[in-house]
């Protein structure tokens, strides 16, 4: 599976962004999709993720802001960012892992076996 992440760039805090995650290579339908971030000199960290059987998880610092939606017709994944504040400034992956169980909770990196090559989402005060 190949994933491209693109939709990144620099807004005003309290504005928008919409990331895109297209992936190729193989249907991504049964695929857990996560997106994380890397913000400079802090570690990556978990965002959202979408489960292949439709629970969603989102990180205490993103709930009610950001958004993960998914197309599986188009093989693409979505995170929707709203309210952005200069903490979210990072460079956001895409990531896709295989099903690992009914009960799992896809939260850390290595729940994944797929990345994408990131995008630069900067956040000015």
């Known amino acids: 599976v190949q994933l491209q992440a693109c939709g990144g760039g620099l807004v005003q805090a309290g504005g928008s962004l919409r990331l895109s995650c297209a992936a190729s290579g193989r249907t991504v339908s049964s695929y857990d999709m996560g997106w994380f971030r890397q913000a400079p000199g802090k570690e990556r960290e978990f965002v959202t993720a979408?489960?292949?059987?439709?629970?969603?998880y989102y990180a205490d610092s993103v709930k009610g802001r950001f958004t993960i939606s998914r197309d599986n017709a188009k093989n693409m994944v979505y995170l929707q960012m709203n309210s952005l504040k200069p903490e979210d400034t990072a460079v956001y992956y895409c990531?896709?892992?295989?099903?690992?169980?009914?009960?799992?909770?896809?939260?850390?990196?290595?729940?994944?076996?797929?990345w994408g090559q990131g995008t630069q989402v900067t956040v000015s005060s």
């Open positions: 990531a896709a892992g295989q099903n690992r169980g009914t009960f799992y909770v896809p939260k850390r990196e290595s729940d994944y076996d797929y």
């Open positions: 979408t489960r292949w059987s439709g629970p969603i």
